[in-house]
């Protein structure tokens, strides 16, 4: 699997989100895109950073909701706040026109200011002498991206979101579940020892 993660997927209710449902009428002499709408609510979180995480998502497209999440042992908040987009995003079956919800600036400035296919361009520098944090994720969410007309927006944590709130939910109790997947790109760059038995990769 690529991106050095080996997931989980927690949850993953109701219907598929790949409708066209909610897709809004053509004006007159317009050629409507024939892609479905789809708004993707993000979260993710550490109870102690760096430690045990987790992300939660929601997709909302039409009439139709799905919800995903996963927990980590060993992670940090960042690292959460980008796999909870990427979980979103490789979800969608079939090209979309996607809104990519978060309340992280990192993640949402990353992709709309372009530092991320800027890192990348360098070879995952951020300039001549820092490297960029977390580049198998930036990988792995840039290309998650590239099938989707994709647009990221800032929405202000815990502040009365129903769907951020609803993240939030997921990504705590995802954290706090037992037998927890392991990060291993995180945990082998820090020295961590984990088993050998591997998780696969999720189905989405």
Known sequence: MSGGIVSRRRKNK?????????AAEPVAGEVRDPRPEVTIYTDGGC????GRGG?????VSGRHRKELSAGFRRTTNNRMEIMAAIAGLE?????CRVTVYSDSQYLVN?????WARRWRARGWMRNRNEKALNPDLWERLLR??????????WLRGHAGHRENERCDELARAAANAPDLAVDEAYEA????????RRRSAPPY
């Open 110 to 114: 990353a992709v709309e200011l372009g």
């Open 55 to 59: 992300y939660g998502v929601v997709l």
């Open 14 to 22: 109701k219907r598929k989100v790949a409708g066209s449902e909610g």
């Open 144 to 153: 998650a991206c590239e099938p989707h007309d994709v647009k990221f927006r």
């Open 91 to 95: 979800a969608l079956r079939r090209p």
């Open 47 to 50: 109870i102690v950073n760096p």
């Open 189 to 196: 760059a820090h020295g961590h020892r984990f088993p050998c």
